[in-house]
């Protein structure tokens, strides 16, 4: 059994979206736990007073109540950050893979050097992000829709300007972000700007995310996590996260000087090699994603046609 618990959000019985504490198989909603919270972004709130209690309750909780996990509807962990961050190019096996479709395009290799300090995106949040299980809608404008897998790590408290020595105290937890790109929208002619970020990033359903919140006092070592991805169950993405270029903690210290992180915010770190553009290998409708991540579960989203607005 997983020690402690995890944080899930899931659909009560009305309907409702409410927060949830997940102990083995079992569901406990959140505010028999912590009274008068609903939601997981307000236990991240109050996260310092909560943490204590979760994990009291984890040991005590009678493991017959609840609901049993696979009877439950489960939304996306974090109903919805103020920030979803991405980290572009941030995993040293990806590089290299990026630097062959480079040298193989242009015939030059491009240096592999490490960047003097991580570089990001955004990605919108409540228009982006879907939890486990649901239907991802493969924008209709592209054809190119790519699989990234990513581990999430979220911000417990808000954070301003901390050094990387004590960045990791940041952390309230972690979970899996899925960073579903439109490779063939990246770049747009005819403007000094060139990159599109909205177009090849931001459409809905773009950020699986889920399947539920791990605290980071039951992840040893976030630097050394198996990262694995699959589509309809053949393996494309193999690596860990001890491959990533800049740390963790590198990265929420640069985020922290530019802005205040604020408690719920989510960063995704980056994805290893194996993802589809190098290999001409894209998304299509009935494709399914499953993405796995030491101690963080499995995410599993199907692709599907997206025919909003479509002529009835």
Request: charged letters at 20%; hydrophobic letters at 40%.
């Amino acid at each position: 059994m997983e020690e402690g618990y995890r944080l899930v959000s899931y659909r009560a019985g009305d309907g409702t979206p409410t927060a949830g504490v997940k102990i083995g198989d079992r569901i406990y909603p959140a505010d028999k736990v912590i009274p008068g919270q609903h939601t997981v972004l307000g236990l991240l709130r109050d996260w310092d007073r909560v943490h204590p209690l979760l994990d009291q309750a984890a040991k005590s909780l009678d493991p017959k109540a609840g609901v049993a996990l696979d009877q439950t509807s489960l939304l996306a962990p974090i109903l919805y950050p103020g920030a979803l961050f991405c980290a572009g190019a941030n995993y040293w096996d990806h590089l290299e893979e990026m630097a062959e479709i480079a040298k193989r395009t242009t015939g030059q290799a491009p240096s592999m050097t490490k960047g003097a300090e991580p570089w990001f995106f955004l990605k919108t949040c409540a228009g982006s992000i879907v939890g486990p299980g649901s239907p991802v809608r493969l924008p209709s404008f592209s054809k190119q829709v790519d699989w990234e897998a990513e581990l999430g790590v979220v911000i417990a408290r808000p954070t301003r300007n901390i050094p990387e020595s004590r960045a990791m105290e940041a952390v309230a937890g972690y979970l899996i972000v899925h960073d579903v790109s439109a490779r063939d929208l990246m770049k747009r002619e005819g403007t000094p700007f060139i990159y599109d970020w909205i177009g090849q990033k931001c459409f809905d359903d773009s950020a699986p995310m889920g399947p539920w919140f791990t605290p980071a006092a039951y992840v040893p070592d976030p630097n050394n996590l198996s990262i694995k991805l699959s589509v309809n169950g053949v393996v494309k993405q193999d690596s860990n996260t001890s491959r990533m270029v800049h740390s963790i903690a590198e990265q929420i210290a640069y985020l922290s000087r530019h802005v205040t992180l604020q408690p719920g915010d989510v960063i995704a770190t980056g994805s290893p090699a194996g993802v589809g553009m190098p290999r001409g290998e894209f998304l299509k409708v009935g494709d399914t994603v499953e993405i796995q991540i030491d101690g963080c579960g499995t995410l599993v989203n199907t692709m599907v046609a997206d025919t909003t607005g479509a002529a009835s």
